[in-house]
């Protein structure tokens, strides 16, 4: 997830780190409850944070499960997401 979240801040990313992205999201609530499990107080405490359901969410909507590894390629963005960009392909 570090790698993934580095390379999309860095602008180096592809379409399909994206959907990477969201599927190490998924496990997040995972992760936390397994996290509240332990004797650490510092693993508790991170277990507390969020589930980042926000930008799962928005991937999900926005991107295809299946997109072009390059941004020039196209088919990235789901039909749907955008009333301007769907206009914009017909």
Do not use: C, W
């Not at 969020?50 to 020039?72: F, G, Y």
């Amino acid at each position: 997830m570090e790698r993934l979240i580095s390379r999309i801040s860095f602008g180096s990313s592809n379409p399909k780190d994206l959907v990477s992205l969201k599927q190490s999201l998924v496990e997040v609530p995972n992760i936390k409850e397994l996290l509240k499990t332990t004797k650490s107080h510092l693993l508790k405490e991170i277990s507390q944070i969020s589930d980042l359901a926000e930008p799962k969410n928005i991937i999900e909507e926005a991107i295809k499960d299946e997109p072009n590894t390059s941004i020039r390629e196209g088919n990235i963005i789901k039909k749907g997401y955008s009333k301007e960009l769907d206009e914009l392909r017909k």
